[in-house]
């Protein structure tokens, strides 16, 4: 009878422990004041010791393909080093399909689990497993709210940095940064894509560490990117952004230079942000800039860019309107065959006529580009020039051919072709009076519809022609694969005088004409204004010419004039 009320006593003064511990464990998991991991595994040592365990493991999968594909975190909750069997294993499925495992393992010399010391094991690894999968999720929440598909922070890891740091009135001395890796798609031309993610997470990951703890880079979508950092950091960063060495085969040590264009703003000191805007639109505002010109592609943030925003909004408020009302007039700028003078054809350029005032073409032209409004301009253009090619033909006048030209942005217009076709057969203009130019294209898939839309053209009997060669990065290769019938040479590779010298841009110049001419492409000239200069093409036998030595764009009523058989000078400026 004493016997087995000791063992009773024994039993309840366990039971009581018990319950005390799990009282404890529970406290710890939910003090409000914060975990205490030492103390919680503490709890959990005094548990396992109690029930005879020598070993405690938890595993979170974050989903049920982590689980079969044993892709998970693993927990050692406690560990006396004395090995064993499992004895237990509890497996818990959340609602978002995370799965949380528990095993407890017991040396073999151990006395075995009683069915009740099983239930309160039991009861212990599932408080557990429903404590870990509730922290852990909370941190896959986290990590995906502030974190892209890609793992780099995104634009809430950015906002909520800049939230703490004006709580802290921490904001004012520090500069914000967004800047855009120029020409990225060229990379992913050259090496790849998957070497170009690689050369994109080693650069953020160089920028990061170049700031260190003094500020944050975060990742916007693409290859647009925003930073934080000390005034002191700057310069520093702006070289780093300016061109750097990006390693991207860790075998062969591969690299590829890395150059970005970077809107800055200087954080006054005392600034309060009250809203996410007052940094994020100024630094959006110099990118902006900065994309389109800008000393070394880096702009800072000045009233000036507001007033250059608000235009811009303006242009794209007022466009609609001013194509309803044909507010956009057709100028011809004339193409000369330099041997005889005469009009070998003529550019059709866009003049905006609004409230009495010409706006140039700098002022909207690149504002339309942002977005397919610049297609809508073209097919209007497209339709005035054919309109007057109509009517010239009806009053008899000898008709030259018109180019006219097409944004990049119309690559991907499946229809382009047919659009163009339709505009041209609509007023009845025999095709051979019409060239179409285009520019060169940043992607594969714009490159091989380009191919596609010119073949299509010259099936036609429409003219190509690509415009401004030698300014991109892959000018021989639209020349070698598209067949063009028309090349026209950008200003910067005309030469600025002929002295018998040989520096680079006359003997550009010469193999470049040499080149087209070896291909049957006709060659002009684009950006002609001096005697000098004229010199230089009938040197290298380049017989067509457009420029302000011999006619600025003109009115259609003035270029109408030009189709009378006129004849322009060519040893002195028309």
């Not at 009581?16 to 409000?32: C, G, N, P």
């Not at 006396?80 to 095993?103: E, M, P, Q, S, Y």
């Not at 793992?151 to 520090?174: E, P, T, V, W």
């Not at 090496?191 to 170049?210: F, S």
């Amino acid at each position: 009878m004493e016997m087995n009320e000791c063992v009773t006593q024994c039993s309840q003064s366990s039971s009581v422990r018990y319950y005390v511990l799990l009282e404890r464990l529970l406290q710890a998991m939910t003090d409000m004041n914060g975990l205490n991991l030492r103390k919680l595994n503490s709890i959990l040592a005094e548990l396992c010791q109690m029930f005879r365990l020598s070993k405690g493991v938890v595993r979170f999968f974050q989903g049920l393909n982590y689980e079969m594909q044993d892709k998970g975190d693993t927990f050692v909750c406690y560990d006396d080093g004395r090995g064993g069997d499992a004895v237990l294993n509890v497996r818990i499925v959340t609602k978002v399909n995370a799965v949380v495992t528990c095993t407890v393992l017991m040396p073999p010399e151990e006395k075995r689990l009683t069915d009740d010391e099983k239930a309160k094991v039991d009861l212990i690894m599932k408080t557990v497993l429903n404590f870990v999968s509730r922290v852990r999720l909370q941190n896959v929440v986290e990590m995906l709210a502030m974190h892209d598909e890609s793992g780099f922070s995104n634009i809430r890891a950015f906002m909520r940095y800049l939230n703490q740091l004006n709580d802290l009135d921490g904001l004012g001395g520090k500069v914000a940064i967004y800047y855009n890796l120029r020409h990225f798609s060229l990379v992913n031309q050259e090496i790849g894509e998957r070497a170009g993610d690689v050369v994109i997470r080693n650069h953020y990951e160089g920028l990061q560490m170049l700031i260190g703890n003094a500020g944050t880079v975060c990742r916007l979508g693409g290859d647009n990117f925003v930073a934080l950092c000390e005034r002191m950091q700057l310069e520093s960063v702006l070289g780093y952004l300016h061109g750097t060495p990006v390693r991207y085969d860790a075998d062969s040590g591969s690299r590829v230079k890395v150059s970005a264009s970077a809107g800055v703003f200087l954080i006054p000191e005392g600034f309060r942000m009250q809203q996410p805007g007052d940094i994020m639109d100024k630094i959006i505002s110099a990118s902006q800039a900065a994309r389109t010109g800008g000393k070394d592609r880096v702009v800072y943030y000045d009233d000036s860019l507001v007033k250059n925003k608000e235009r811009l909004m303006r242009v794209q408020q007022q466009f609609p309107e001013a194509l309803r009302n044909e507010e956009f007039h057709v100028f011809y700028q004339p193409k000369i065959n330099i041997h005889t003078g005469e009009l070998a054809g003529a550019e059709a350029l866009c003049r905006w006529f609004r409230n009495g005032s010409i706006i140039p073409p700098d002022a909207f032209i690149p504002v339309l580009e942002e977005s397919t409004e610049i297609c809508k301009l073209d097919f209007y253009m497209l339709e005035h020039v054919c309109r007057d090619l109509r009517r010239w033909l009806d009053e008899g006048r000898e008709v030259v051919r018109i180019s006219v030209n097409l944004s990049r942005r119309h690559m991907m217009d499946f229809d382009l072709l047919q659009n163009i076709i339709e505009i041209v057969d609509r007023y009845n203009v025999p095709h051979q009076y019409i060239e179409i130019e285009l520019t060169e294209t940043t992607t594969d898939v714009e490159f091989r519809a380009l191919k596609r839309v010119v073949r299509g053209l010259q099936a036609a009997g429409i003219y190509t022609s690509v415009d401004d060669f030698g300014v991109g990065y892959s000018s021989l290769n639209l020349i070698r694969e598209i067949p063009w019938n028309v090349l026209k040479i950008d200003r910067s590779f005309l030469p600025e005088k002929l002295d018998g010298s040989e520096d680079s841009r006359t003997i550009m110049f010469k193999y470049v004409v040499a080149m087209a001419k070896e291909l049957g492409l006709s060659c002009i000239a684009e950006g002609v204004e001096t005697q000098c200069q004229l010199d230089v093409l009938r040197e290298n036998r380049c017989v067509l010419a457009q420029g302000f030595l011999f006619d600025e764009p003109l009115p259609t009523e003035i270029f109408e004039s030009r189709l009378c058989g006129f004849r322009y000078p060519l040893n002195e400026q028309g």
